[in-house]
């Protein structure tokens, strides 16, 4: 498989992972020294997994734009994003511009970082 589409589908795979609440999906893609800066705040990786083990619900998601450089075994995606959800009753629904790096270790990709920001 193409890397581009590759890492296209595990960002869809990561969010899906997230909307049905599989830890362990989540435990293969999910780097340990991943972090998220976005709509739900800063989270390191062990607050990221309970949430999207838990409280973290989304309704409806999509990439409505998805970019993926890669740079070697980095690859930063560059993406618009929308979601219809909420956090421990918060209200997370948002168009976002998102940045991703992923990192291929021992073949195979995980994230290790995460930022969003609000789209105008």
Known sequence: ???????????????AAVQR???P?????VAHE?????AAG???RET?????AGPY???????????????G???????RYRQTARLDGRDLSAHMHVTDIWVRRAGRWQIVRRHGTLAA
């Open 73 to 79: 075994d980095t690859a930063v995606l560059v993406s």
């Open 1 to 15: 498989m193409p890397i581009f589409r590759e890492l296209i589908e595990l960002s869809n795979e990561l969010v």
């Open 48 to 52: 990221f997994m309970e949430a999207a």
């Open 34 to 38: 991943f972090t998220l800066n976005g």
């Open 57 to 71: 619900e989304i309704d409806e998601w999509s990439y409505e734009e998805i970019d993926p450089e890669v740079y």
């Open 21 to 23: 609440h599989d830890r």
């Open 25 to 29: 999906r989540l435990e293969e893609l």
């Open 42 to 44: 800063q989270m390191d």
